[in-house]
């Protein structure tokens, strides 16, 4: 996919059909759901003494069910069964599905559409371990994040048209609810017939023998899921955005008549903005990221996801609501575009902020067990967005939240979690504000760091500049890297905490410190057989002059002992910089350097059998060239 769009698949046949099949499927689900919830929220509707309020977030909690209960045995077929055959047989069941979804429109009865409501959620659970496992089997490593990012944006391009024909359909008059049903029944029939070009996708554990006990397969794919440690973080991750969207989305019909003065449209509209923005989020992830797994995105999108929200709040909190108005009277009104704003940016951060950690796992999931690794991750959203119903609910009915207090309390708890979630993982963190930093210091120019391997241990070596180095690397490498460091750089203010965040190994030489000396060394050769990055200055401290001091050994001993293969790396332009020494040995006086341009060059990855200290100064040195 190098040097194309990610655009360019949706011409392929290995990719389209199911593109266009999850899409429809999609768009079908939100015809029906939002027909019904604007059906009950604006038709007075009542059902087991609820008011349409209740019943809105009880449909939530209903379409998401399933996915707890049968998303372990989605997970199974998936990896037992050829992917095709599990699309086709779950669009015919959509198919039977909207039939008794139209019946129940039909008829008004509400019994029959929360029925269908609670199937049209068991489509969706059968679905997705399929919609996310077949990735991998379809594109290239460098497609993933583009291919995430499409299916990402194209599933809510198909939730802003679905939820614009469900709102526009059920509020024709009369006919309204006969309109959605026919529509959802047509939708179906054509999700079926666009499935049957998906090509093969075969069976990735076809001897799997099927556990009909949802309770136990559940926690065994759970179990199965937390072995990894970054794929079950990761899907954390993903099932507290699930959690904040699902309280979001819940409340905007009520929040169009209650908050703004709107009516059917205008609830319409503002799913239809929240749709648009995620949209877009997702296909800037492939841009931002370079087509790589960039996980310096999730903190950034996690930011937006809080601040927005809390102003959202101050946003709506002194409307005062007039009657019903429809899209061009809401829009016409200079304090709604502040509405739709806060809308917008929230929803591109939370785009921002989920491609990369469904790319991640991906990515870090043996594809052997991929399918019920994603079931895992559904079953974990769908326990966390049946919490958020039953809070959103608890909220309404016993504390008497308004619709404002409950976008505010989404907002601040999104901040605690991020904030607790960084301190599990403080990669996605540190990775983030390395970024910043570098960003803000430096213009940097990175070339040749596609070298460094996807996957597997790798040591990366680098002559040794000045106190950021560490971060530059990190800035521009997509893999974390654990760095040996003096241990006398650990003392530095604010960098001395980021290197201990990052996890950076500190070293003494032999003379100083032996025991030091050894433990780093082990440290160095358990991250290794980690199949993680480890990164070096050979050098062994900063250079007071800008040129480089001759390799010390201790690399070859790191090599010898491990097999690791090695990538040199140059860093250039950073000497004479704020961060750098001068030549009385001194840093942090001159503030020369800032906005500079540096570059970071790799040169191609070294065997473990060829590596020598001599060597790996030479091929530095190379890089490095004039520019210091």
Known sequence: MSGHSQFALLGERRFAPFFWTQFLGA?????????????????GMTLAGMDSNLLV?????????????????????????EKTRVIRGVKIFEIVVMALGAVGFVTANLAILFIALFAMGLHSTLFGPVKYAI?????????????????????????????????????????????????????????????????????????????????????????????????????????????????????????SKDVLGGNEQVATALLAVFAVGVAVGSLLCERLSGKKVEIGLVPFGSIG????????????????????????????????????????????SGGLYSVPLYALIQERADASHRSRIIAANNILNAIFMVVSALLAIVLIKFAHFSVPELILTIGILNAVVAGYIYTLTPEFLLRFLCWMLISFAYRLRVKGLENIPDKGPVVIVANHVSYVDALVILAACRRPVQFVMDHNIFRTPVLGWAFRQMKAIPIASAREDPAMMEAAFERVKQTLAEGDVVGIFPEGKLTKDGEMAPFRPGIERIVAETGAPVVPLALRGLWGSFFSRSVDGQA???????????????????????????????????LRGELR
């Open 27 to 43: 768009m079908n689900d939100n015809v029906f759901k939002n027909g019904m919830i604007i059906f009950m929220a604006f038709g």
């Open 57 to 81: 977030n009880a449909a939530g909690a209903v379409f998401i069910l399933p996915f707890v209960l049968f998303s372990a045995f989605a997970g199974q077929l998936a990896d037992k069964y």
């Open 135 to 255: 990735l991998p089997q379809a594109l290239q490593q460098d497609e993933l994040v583009g291919g995430n990012g499409l299916v990402e944006s194209g599933t809510f391009v198909a939730i802003l048209i679905g939820t614009i024909a469900g709102g526009v359909l059920v509020a024709m008059k009369p006919s309204g609810p006969v309109i959605v049903a026919t529509a959802t029944i047509i939708l179906a029939v054509i999700g079926y017939v666009v499935s049957r070009a998906v090509p093969l996708a075969p069976a990735t554990d076809p001897s799997l023998k099927l556990n009909w006990n949802p309770f136990t397969e559940t926690a065994a794919n759970l179990r199965l899921a937390a072995k990894n440690i970054v794929v079950w973080r990761s899907m954390l991750g993903i099932s507290w955005l699930w959690f904040y969207g699902a309280m979001l989305l819940n409340q905007f019909a009520n929040m």
């Open 305 to 348: 996801m809080s601040l927005f929200a809390i102003d959202l709040y101050f946003a709506t909190k002194g409307l005062k609501p007039v009657g019903q108005s429809g899209v061009a009277d809401f829009i016409s009104k200079p304090e709604h575009w502040r509405v739709i704003a806060d809308l917008f940016l929230l929803s591109v």
């Open 588 to 622: 942090f006086k001159r503030m020369r350097g800032f906005f500079n341009r540096i570059e970071l060059v790799g040169d191609a990855l070294i065997p473990a059998g060829n590596v020598t200290a001599a060597k790996l100064e030479e091929k530095v040195k190379a």
